[in-house]
């Protein structure tokens, strides 16, 4: 009888002394997982999204805190936006919630939870609680370098005592933002948008990206996690999907920009064979050529010295779409020396870029190429008939 009870003691010490260490490795009850959720269908959704997710089960929460969020309802947004000026914030909702959000918009999120120890969990969450107050939360949102991705990256990667090796996750050497860029509008067929990212965002977009700075698309991180390391030790523990999105039937033919241009050049091409060189009709596409183009010049140089985004300086799209236009569009049929001299430097200008096009600093939109080549062919009819 002895025996046994001397047995039974020994293995509740035994017991006891083998757990004890298991314990002590997570006595914070603590998860924290990235949550990366696919892109939607919306323009403001294209590139995904990226949160954190913490269940403390000492606490009995799952809550998940997000970056990404604004103020729409603010009556100056569109001033705000414009000029670069609109402040993101941190902000949480319960798990279920988001879920129930992204299920709704069909977007997949998948989970991977941190190899962290209980005191990096611990540091992770007071950051949390930290960024969240009413006077930290706030930060000035740039697409590129400060977003609710790369906020997310900082706050793990970077933190203090917590020094991760990441692999290479660029997919090609001397990748761009815009190749980035491109890659998901193209996925998403947001062909016009992509048109219009072209023109506003200026050469800083060429520059070829780190692998640091690749991860500002949530994608990216998660591969950026996926094979990030420190101490020998991964720093996704384990990774799941917790909703797959359903693949929806894809929508026929798209009209395109590079389609809607091609045609107007070569109708216009035509017509500028055809018609005579002060017709009315002639006129008045010139006057809404010139006259858009001014528009839109003016604009690059309102969002290149007016704002406050980065991305939209040193904007080569300036080349062809010239401020000046807009007041040379009410002088089309002016035939004054001034005027021929004006149309005569903008033809060579159009030539000049046009034969350029693929050694250009920055990549410019291929759609408009006929536009600009449309805008040399009206220039150089203008000129010809003012001789």
């Known amino acids: 009888m002895m025996k046994r009870l001397l047995r039974l003691c020994l293995s509740v010490i035994l017991i006891f002394a083998v757990s004890k260490p298991f314990a002590q490795t997570d006595t914070c009850r603590l998860k924290i997982s990235l949550l990366t959720c696919s892109p939607g269908t919306?323009?403001?959704?294209?590139?995904?999204?990226?949160?954190?997710?913490?269940?403390?089960?000492a606490a009995g929460t799952d809550i998940v805190y997000n970056y990404g969020t604004f103020d729409f309802y603010d009556p100056m947004f569109l001033m705000k936006f414009t000029r670069g000026q609109l402040l993101y914030y941190l902000d949480q909702q319960s798990f279920s919630g988001?879920?129930?959000?992204?299920?709704?918009?069909n977007r997949?999120?998948?989970?991977?939870?941190?190899?962290?120890?209980?005191e990096e969990k611990t540091e992770l969450q007071k950051a949390l609680f930290v960024n969240i107050r009413d006077e930290n939360k706030f930060y000035q949102y740039d697409f590129l370098f400060d977003n609710c991705t790369t906020r997310i990256r900082d706050l793990i990667l970077k933190q203090k005592g917590m020094q991760y090796q990441t692999a290479n996750v660029l997919p090609a050497t001397g990748f761009t933002f815009r190749n980035h860029i491109h890659h998901y509008l193209d996925n998403?067929?947001?062909?016009?948008?992509?048109?219009?990212?072209?023109?506003?965002l200026g050469k800083k977009m060429d520059r070829a990206m780190t692998n640091d700075e690749a991860m500002f698309l949530p994608d990216y991180l998660e591969k950026g996690f996926d094979s990030s390391s420190s101490r020998n030790q991964h720093l996704v523990l384990t990774k799941k999907v917790l909703f797959e999105k359903q693949e929806l039937a894809s929508e026929g033919f798209a009209i395109t920009p590079s389609f809607v241009f091609w045609a107007l050049a070569i109708l216009i091409g035509l017509a500028t064979f055809f018609l005579r060189p002060n017709s009315k009709l002639l006129t008045a596409i010139d006057f809404?050529?010139?006259?858009?183009n001014g528009l839109l010049g003016c604009f690059l140089v309102f969002m290149w010295f007016g704002t406050d985004h980065n991305t939209t300086q040193n904007n080569l799209n300036l080349l062809w779409a010239i401020p000046t236009h807009i007041i040379a569009a009410f002088f089309i049929r002016n035939k004054n020396s001034a005027s021929k001299l004006y149309f005569q430097?903008?033809?060579?200008?159009?030539?000049?870029?046009?034969l350029s096009w693929a050694f250009l600093p920055q990549e410019l939109n291929k759609a408009l190429f006929p536009w600009v080549l449309l805008t040399g062919i009206r220039s150089f009819s203008i000129f010809r008939s003012r001789t």
């Open 42 to 57: 919306e323009l403001y959704s294209t590139f995904g999204h990226s949160a954190i997710r913490v269940t403390d089960l």
């Open 98 to 105: 988001f879920m129930n959000d992204y299920r709704a918009e």
């Open 108 to 118: 997949s999120v998948s989970e991977q939870i941190l190899n962290l120890n209980c």
């Open 188 to 200: 998403n067929k947001q062909f016009w948008s992509k048109l219009g990212i072209d023109i506003l």
């Open 288 to 292: 809404f050529i010139f006259f858009f």
């Open 345 to 354: 430097v903008t033809t060579v200008l159009c030539a000049l870029l046009l």
